[in-house]
């Protein structure tokens, strides 16, 4: 059902309905431009991190002192060792498409690649780049533009089991933590599938959609898209946006959270974390405070869902304190407990196995 | 601040940002087309009703049945009576603009006036239209279209007063609750305003975003510009959108619950309605059950919000019932309750206000 011809668009059937969404097509070529910053190639180091065999190479312009440990190739060279994108791994200022890179982007057309970028600049908008796309029958993948005729949410069960990754704030973990779960569940051999709602996560995962970015009437209708009917036995995990708690983003991580229909959360939080990133005036809600909110949500769409463990970002935390602040966590709410970056996904995956 | 020239938007500075908003310039030729059917011209009835100010004339093409009671007349005459904007008022099967208008629209253009429209099909789709409206200096506006450079939502309480309808499903009477608040507020000499979130309501107040067409990440951001600070004695009256407790839309209702920052709500219901309208598997919310998510979603961003009434839509009940439910919500909640269309607003102002 994949179409070349598409603007890199499938058509795929999920939740009742034809839908558009997004598909990628691995392997990659990891452009990292001119950069010097690793901070500012996270998109890079998370591909390399989580979907290694997507990644085949990486181009790096002069100047560029980012190195992903990859093969240097040109799109010539990357698309003859078997590449079919190339992915712009990194993030300028101002998150937009440099006019030096112009002659590589074109150079990547014309040598058959796709181009797959999560900036805000349009594929389109560079001057000539998607005449020679046409020409070269390749396709200009903006990943943060929502698939067109998303359905509304029909709030009917599905097939398959799911869960999601929710929190007490933005950026401390959630698409981690699912990442995590998910190559966990995998390699406990359950049939499992790491669902994307984000920009970095489509690209890990080659598919889904960047939630935050849909019409507002349709954001359970595309949750329940990324997170399809499935076989009875198959887990997806699904990565988590925003925050209930957050006076800007909650109303993305609610119909999250109806079309997800999880049946199991686990709550992420930072337990070092004060206030809201960027948004001081909010406290960071209690853990114990967050889960009447999360299950009163999720039980609309789903009424046996549950909060089945907590992951907790401790990176701000010497060891011992991490280690206390985890198995406080876990007392509190009497669920497991982990952070997926310090400790054993083990306890976690079977509370939400059970 | 406003320009005719940039396609019917003008900037207005709302919430820390300049930001796009619509402006509708009154007063309005009515268009109904050919139609025939009342149902069908609720858009115009109710503008006839809560905006009689803004309704010059009405337009009705051969064929059509439909009589608002105002002066018929064509465009050019109806500009030379001072018209300033011909407005869609009915809704054809699909929604879409049909191509039998398209001399009335191209008329009503050549002769000066912008064009208004709530239909799915963009106005600049209808061959020939745009060009003309440039060559007239006239916009075309099509009302489900969000302004652009919407801002994320700061979160900051704002002064002046809010209020906003919320419910327990869609199409329950939140806007004509809205309305008839507003219009008891001013009747009352209260400095106050209605306030628009969906395409009628943004016709009727010739002002306002339609928040279920907004991208997800500016839900709340959006409904911060449409109920900016103001003075502090000022009421907003705010339109609300869905229902926290509805499997597709919670998350525009969330986004605006937060965004609204309303000192009072008031909590909208249909005592005869069991199941979500169109989403029969979900059974509607009693009246008492849906004051804690309410006030839970309304204080992350006013800690002083309450539910200060109720509106019961009553309309498939006989007088006696409908009274007898209005007393039993007033008695569950402890508030007073009104149904807008039978019984006095007074004590529901009172509460507001107190």
Chains 1, 2 share one sequence.
Not at 6 to 33: I, K, N, Q, S
Not at 121 to 139: D, H, K, N, Q, Y
Not at 293 to 302: D, G, I, Q, V
Request: one cysteine or more.
């Amino acid at each position: 059902m994949e179409s070349r011809t598409d603007a890199g668009v499938a058509y795929g059937e999920v939740a009742d309905t034809p839908v558009r969404a997004l598909h990628l097509r691995a392997p990659y070529l990891l452009f990292l431009g001119e950069e010097t910053s690793p901070l500012k190639a996270k998109t890079a180091f998370g591909l390399r991190d989580w979907a290694p065999e997507r990644c085949l190479a990486q181009l790096r312009m002069p100047g560029c002192s980012v190195d992903l440990g990859l093969s240097d190739m040109d799109p010539r060279s990357a698309a003859q060792a078997g590449a079919t994108s190339l992915l712009i791994g990194v993030t300028p200022p101002g998150g937009r498409i440099q006019p030096a890179w112009s002659d590589v982007l074109r150079q990547a057309v014309d040598a058959g690649l796709d181009i797959v970028s999560g900036l805000h600049t349009a594929l389109e908008s560079v001057p000539g780049l998607a005449a020679a796309a046409r020409a070269a029958g390749v396709a200009l993948v903006d990943v943060r533009r929502p698939p067109d005729d998303l359905p509304r949410a029909t709030g009917r069960r599905r097939s398959g089991r799911r869960v999601l990754a929710v929190g007490t704030d933005c950026a401390l973990g959630k698409k981690y933590t699912a990442l995590a779960l998910a190559r966990a569940m995998r390699a406990a051999g359950v049939n499992a599938d790491f669902r994307a709602t984000g920009q970095t996560g489509v690209m890990i995962a080659g598919r889904g959609i960047a939630i935050d970015a849909v019409i507002a009437d349709f954001i359970a209708g595309a949750a329940e898209c990324i997170a399809p009917a499935a076989a009875p036995d198959h887990w997806d995990v699904i990565e988590g946006q925003g925050s209930l708690f957050h006076p800007a983003y909650a109303g993305v991580t609610l119909g999250l959270v109806h079309g997800a229909q999880a049946d199991a959360l686990v709550l992420c939080h930072d337990p070092a974390r004060a206030r809201l990133v960027s948004w001081s005036d909010y406290p960071v809600r209690a853990l114990r405070d967050a889960v009447g909110p999360y299950l009163e949500a999720a039980r609309l769409t789903n009424p046996g869902a549950r909060i089945a463990a907590v992951s907790l970002n401790t990176s701000a935390l010497p060891e011992a304190e991490a280690l206390q602040a985890i198995e406080d966590a876990a007392r509190a709410l009497g669920v497991p407990a982990f952070d997926p970056m310090r400790t054993p996904a083990g306890p976690v995956l079977d509370a939400i196995l059970a």
